[in-house]
């Protein structure tokens, strides 16, 4: 494995010393050579904590930290053959574009026409022709994201780390410019360790996902294995919606499982757990894996909230006493269901995940 994370841990004093705050807690990981994994998760997940390690900003409490065969925890930032972009760009204002990206490269004393041939190869690459000699007032935001980029590309390092780098931007930019750094990441196979809170972003950006909780690896995956299979009830409403049914096991036979839910008995297709009978169970149902029509369903409800979105009509029925969260994607479907509108509600059985109610 080209960069593995064994058993690392950050312990940092909190103010006073008198107590100590567990950031990071016994995390693994293996990524392999041109892999762009993302640690995603909430504020204070250790997400950040674990990139500062990586990038040694931060030195473990316990733990190792090996690239390449050889153990670095020890070697300062400049040694480690990494480089960062951070979330707030951190370009030189004094500088022209060429100037600050061909920074690195001036430090380690180049020649002239090695520094001029790599940074117009990596101007090129984050499609900057011709922007060196622009101040960085004149660029817009995504084009400065684009100079930080270039600046850490052109130093070839063995491992690309990436601090939230899209936070600044607005949406449209972000969106452009998580499809460029995928081109990129792509283009000279780096290996990648990307921190979001943003789930877009890892699912666009990902080859794997590495979800954290409370400085806690909770499950590591492809973005489909994530979004299709949680782990927990924190993984599937951390990415994507999720609606959370309460259910109770009736039987299993093999991978089908019969269960009660919502005062209704219904068989769910391709479970992957094997449960007890009368065990108590939670459905996670996707609201695209809601039916929602006039009729002909299995469960009745009625319509609390209808929004037309344009690609999509999204309504909260309410069933039972409880809301289920539905989308309607069919580009045919011109009528939308009114408030107060009794309908029929059925689930896309073959697709729900089941966890044990503790998960």
């Known amino acids: 494995m080209y960069l593995s994370l064994v058993n690392l841990s950050k312990t940092f004093q909190a103010r006073g010393g008198i107590k ?44 190792q930290i090996i690239l390449d065969g050889m153990e670095i925890n020890s070697l300062p930032p400049h040694k480690r053959d990494m480089s960062m972009v951070f979330q707030s760009y951190a370009i030189f204002p004094h500088l022209n574009v060429f100037e600050n990206i061909a920074y690195g490269l001036n430090v380690q004393h180049l020649s002239k026409k090695e520094i001029t041939t790599r940074a117009d190869k990596v101007l ?13 007032t004149q660029l817009s935001g995504g084009q400065q994201q684009r ?10 390092p063995k491992v690309l780390l990436m601090d939230e780098p899209l936070s600044n931007l607005d949406a449209k930019l972000r969106e452009e410019m998580r499809t460029e750094i995928r081109r990129i990441q792509k283009e000279m196979n780096i290996t990648s360790v990307y921190v979001t809170h943003d789930q877009i972003e890892a699912m666009t950006l990902s080859d794997r996902i590495v979800v954290m909780n409370l400085g806690k690896i909770e499950q590591v995956g492809s973005p489909l294995e994530m979004y299709r299979f949680p782990n927990s009830r924190f993984v599937a409403d951390f990415i994507g919606r999720a609606n959370f049914v309460a259910a109770t096991v009736l039987e299993q036979s093999g991978n089908d499982l019969t269960i009660t839910a919502l005062g209704k008995t219904l068989t769910l297709k391709n479970v992957r757990r094997q449960f007890a009978r009368q065990e108590s169970v939670t459905l996670i149902v996707r609201p695209e894996m809601v039916r929602i029509k006039k009729d002909g369903e299995l469960f009745s409800g009625t319509v609390r909230r209808a929004a037309y979105l344009g690609d999509v009509i999204e309504y909260d029925v309410e069933i039972g006493g409880e809301l289920i969260t539905g989308i309607e994607t069919d580009p045919y479907v011109m009528e939308m269901f009114p408030e107060g509108l009794a309908v029929s509600i059925g689930f896309a059985e073959g697709c729900i995940q089941v966890l044990p109610a503790a998960k």
């Open 20 to 63: 100590e705050v567990k950031a990071v807690i016994d995390v693994n990981l293996e990524i392999e050579k041109g892999e762009l994994v993302t640690l995603l998760g909430p504020s204070g997940c250790g997400k950040t904590t674990t990139l500062r390690m990586i990038a040694g900003f931060e030195f473990p409490s316990e733990g």
């Open 124 to 136: 090129e690459l984050v499609h900057l022709e011709g922007y060196g000699q622009r101040a960085p």
């Open 147 to 156: 100079v930080a980029l270039a600046r850490a590309l052109i130093m070839e």
